[in-house]
């Protein structure tokens, strides 16, 4: 299971991801498949690129049966709540109530793979305009709206930044009885992730340009 953050304000580099792969998991990629938001799948063209790009909807019963057939599985565990959170130039990333796709990993008895996207909070200027609306949509139906402005003024061209993908190592999780981890185990195993994400970020920031930035977990 990969696991990506930051969401940034769009996901669209994900696709770009799909072409280095094969470089970097060369036994599982053409075994990835995308966890997409449940809300892309009822909007035309939206869907079909989703299926194109081999999402598949994020729902646990579709996760667990794609791994069941032999899938790995790729996930932007902050979603939309990290999505409207995201502020220009800040590293931040919605986490801490995000335990959903490490129950998963313990259940099925897969590593994680912590991944770190440097840049993407950087493709558009935000702004907190309308906030609470919009988080009461986020919330409430799914619909996340963010506020921004990227290149020539654009909502959907971002600022022409270097962006940079890093994976730490593999986390391998113990559970007492297979298949039914206990809440202090996916506790444990959560806090796990969470310091190698820290980790993995602060020894890549300085290499791409970030050394005087702080990762900030919500």
């Not at 619909?143 to 921004?148: A, D, G, R, T, W």
Request: charged fraction near 20%; aromatic fraction near 12%.
């Amino acid at each position: 299971l990969i696991a990506v953050f930051p969401h940034g304000v769009a996901s669209e580099y994900r696709i770009a991801m799909d072409g280095m792969m094969h470089e970097i998991f060369p036994n599982v990629h053409d075994k990835v498949v995308v966890l997409t938001a449940s809300v892309l799948f009822a909007i035309p063209l939206v869907r079909e690129l989703a299926l194109w790009t081999g999402c598949v909807d994020a729902r646990k019963s579709v996760a667990e049966k794609a791994i069941s057939l032999g899938r790995s599985i790729l996930v932007l565990p902050g979603g939309e709540a990290e999505q409207i959170r995201t502020i220009y130039q800040k590293e931040r990333v919605y986490l801490k109530r995000r335990k959903g796709f490490i129950k998963l990993a313990l259940k099925n008895g897969i590593p994680v793979v912590p991944s770190y996207l440097f840049g993407v909070n950087d493709y558009y200027y935000t702004s907190n305009i309308l906030f609470q609306p919009r988080l009461w949509l986020q919330k409430n139906m799914g619909i996340c709206i963010p506020m921004v402005m990227g290149l020539y003024g654009s909502i959907f061209c971002p600022f022409s930044i270097p962006t940079t993908i890093v994976y730490g190592e593999p986390l391998s999780f113990t559970v007492k009885e297979k298949g039914s981890p206990t809440p202090e185990e996916l506790d444990a195993a959560h806090e796990q992730f969470c310091t190698a994400l820290k980790h993995l970020f602060d020894h890549h920031k300085k290499d791409f340009g970030y050394g005087d930035r702080e990762l900030e977990i919500l």
